[in-house]
C-alpha cells in the first residue's frame, strides 16, 4: 500500500529557529493520532502535510504526491485547520457548500453534499443560523464538515476536540472512529493523549521538532524495556504482605513497593509472563484479589518515559 506520508529528512526552519527537525518516516492508510505538546512541531508538519509551508531541507510525500503547488491532490484531501477563518454572515450551510463548489462538485451536487457532512457532524440543528452567532463548539463542527463535504480519501485534523463540550467532543471522536471504520485515512493531532487515545493506538509522538517515536502504542512500549512496567495489585485487608512475599520469588519482578493503603506496585520487563503466573501466585497465597490493572502501556506512559516528563 502507498503510505499516505512519507518524509525524508524532512527540515523547516523559521530563521534560526527549528519547526521540525530531519524527519524521516511512512505512515501506512488508517487513522493515525500526532501527538505532542504544544510547540512540539505538530501544526508545522501538518501545514508542510497541506502545502501551506514549503520544506527547508528533505522532502514530503502526501498519497504518493509532493504537495507543494499541486491543487489536484487537495481534491483528495480534507483539512480542517486549529483556527478558524470563517466568513461570520454566512451560515455553515453556505460555507461548507462553498467549500464543496471550490472543490469542482456541481451545485445541486454541493448542497447534497454540504448536508450529509453537517448532518454527519451533528450540526443540522443551526447550519441556517449565521456563524457569527456559533459556539466555539459549533465552530469546531464547521470546520470538521468543510472538511468532509468533499468526501476526501484522507483527512487531516488538527486540534478538532479544542473548545467542544463534553457531548460534542464524544460525538466528533466517535465520527472519527467511525470514519476509520469505513477505511478512511485520518491524521489527528492533539496535545491531549487521552483523546487520541479514544480513536486509535497507532500514533507519532513528536516532542521538539522531532520523531520520538511512531507506531502502535502497546508494540513500543513493549520495546521500552529499559523502563519496567508498573503494575497495580491490591487485594483483602491485611493480605498484602502475604502476596508481595510470593510476587517477590518470581523471576519476572524486577523490585515491589508496598503503598500505604495495602496496594502492591510491581516492576516488571516480562509483564505478558508476570500475567501468566499472577493467578498461580495469589491461589499460592490464599488472597483475594480485588484489582490487578496497569496504566503503563498507554500514550501518557509512553510520553513520560520517552521526554522524561514526570
Same mark, same amino acid.
Given at each position: 500500500?502507498?503510505?499516505?506520508?512519507?518524509?525524508?529528512?524532512?527540515?523547516?526552519?523559521?530563521?534560526?529557529?527549528?519547526?521540525?527537525?530531519?524527519?524521516?518516516?511512512?505512515?501506512?492508510?488508517?487513522?493515525?493520532?500526532?501527538?505532542?505538546?504544544?510547540?512540539?512541531?505538530?501544526?508545522?508538519?501538518?501545514?508542510?502535510?497541506?502545502?501551506?509551508?514549503?520544506?527547508?531541507?528533505?522532502?514530503?510525500?502526501?498519497?504518493?504526491?509532493?504537495?507543494?503547488?499541486?491543487?489536484?491532490?487537495?481534491?483528495?484531501?480534507?483539512?480542517?485547520?486549529?483556527?478558524?477563518?470563517?466568513?461570520?454572515?454566512?451560515?455553515?450551510?453556505?460555507?461548507?457548500?462553498?467549500?464543496?463548489?471550490?472543490?469542482?462538485?456541481?451545485?445541486?451536487?454541493?448542497?447534497?453534499?454540504?448536508?450529509?457532512?453537517?448532518?454527519?457532524?451533528?450540526?443540522?440543528?443551526?447550519?441556517?443560523?449565521?456563524?457569527?452567532?456559533?459556539?466555539?463548539?459549533?465552530?469546531?463542527?464547521?470546520?470538521?464538515?468543510? $472538511?468532509? !463535504?468533499? %468526501?476526501? @480519501? =484522507?483527512?487531516?485534523?488538527?486540534?478538532?476536540?479544542? #473548545? /467542544?463540550?463534553?457531548?460534542?467532543?464524544?460525538?466528533?471522536?466517535?465520527?472519527?472512529?467511525?470514519?476509520?471504520?469505513?477505511?478512511?485515512?485520518?491524521?489527528?493531532?492533539?496535545?491531549?493523549?487521552?483523546?487520541?487515545?479514544?480513536?486509535?493506538?497507532?500514533?507519532?509522538?513528536?516532542?521538539?521538532?522531532?520523531?520520538?517515536?511512531?507506531?502502535?502504542?502497546?508494540?513500543?512500549?513493549?520495546?521500552?524495556?529499559?523502563?519496567?512496567?508498573?503494575?497495580?495489585?491490591?487485594?483483602?485487608?491485611?493480605?498484602?504482605?502475604?502476596?508481595?512475599?510470593?510476587?517477590?520469588?518470581? $523471576?519476572? !519482578?524486577? %523490585?515491589? @513497593? =508496598?503503598?500505604?493503603?495495602?496496594?502492591?506496585?510491581? #516492576? /516488571?520487563?516480562?509483564?505478558?509472563?508476570?500475567?501468566?503466573?499472577?493467578?498461580?501466585?495469589?491461589?499460592?497465597?490464599?488472597?483475594?484479589?480485588?484489582?490487578?490493572?496497569?496504566?503503563?502501556?498507554?500514550?501518557?506512559?509512553?510520553?513520560?518515559?520517552?521526554?522524561?516528563?514526570?
Amino acid at each position: 500500500m502507498t503510505p499516505i506520508l512519507e518524509t525524508r529528512e524532512l527540515t523547516k526552519l523559521y530563521g534560526v529557529v527549528i519547526g521540525v527537525n530531519d524527519m524521516t518516516f511512512d505512515i501506512r492508510p488508517g487513522v493515525h493520532g500526532l501527538l505532542g505538546p504544544n510547540g512540539a512541531g505538530k501544526s508545522t508538519l501538518l501545514k508542510l502535510m497541506t502545502a501551506q509551508l514549503r520544506p527547508s531541507v528533505g522532502s514530503i510525500r502526501v498519497l504518493g504526491e509532493d504537495p507543494w503547488s499541486n491543487p489536484e491532490l487537495f481534491r483528495r484531501i480534507g483539512f480542517c485547520p486549529e483556527y478558524d477563518a470563517f466568513y461570520d454572515f454566512m451560515t455553515a450551510f453556505e460555507f461548507v457548500e462553498s467549500l464543496g463548489r471550490l472543490s469542482g462538485m456541481s451545485r445541486s451536487g454541493a448542497k447534497q453534499a454540504a448536508e450529509r457532512a453537517l448532518e454527519s457532524c451533528n450540526a443540522t440543528e443551526f447550519m441556517h443560523r449565521p456563524i457569527r452567532t456559533y459556539s466555539k463548539g459549533m465552530r469546531q463542527r464547521t470546520k470538521v464538515a468543510q $472538511a468532509l !463535504v468533499h %468526501d476526501p @480519501e =484522507l483527512l487531516i485534523l488538527d486540534e478538532p476536540l479544542t #473548545g /467542544t463540550d463534553p457531548i460534542g467532543r464524544h460525538e466528533l471522536t466517535e465520527l472519527i472512529k467511525r470514519l476509520g471504520a469505513e477505511g478512511r485515512s485520518i491524521v489527528v493531532s492533539s496535545h491531549v493523549l487521552h483523546e487520541v487515545q479514544e480513536m486509535t493506538h497507532e500514533f507519532l509522538l513528536i516532542f521538539g521538532g522531532r520523531i520520538l517515536a511512531s507506531g502502535n502504542v502497546h508494540e513500543i512500549r513493549s520495546l521500552m524495556n529499559e523502563f519496567p512496567h508498573r503494575i497495580n495489585v491490591r487485594c483483602g485487608p491485611g493480605q498484602a504482605h502475604l502476596l508481595a512475599s510470593r510476587l517477590a520469588s518470581d $523471576a519476572a !519482578v524486577t %523490585d515491589l @513497593e =508496598l503503598a500505604d493503603d495495602g496496594t502492591i506496585v510491581v #516492576g /516488571t520487563r516480562d509483564p505478558a509472563g508476570f500475567y501468566a503466573r499472577f493467578a498461580e501466585h495469589a491461589l499460592h497465597a490464599k488472597v483475594t484479589v480485588h484489582e490487578l490493572s496497569s496504566e503503563d502501556d498507554n500514550l501518557e506512559a509512553v510520553f513520560r518515559y520517552l521526554t522524561g516528563a514526570r
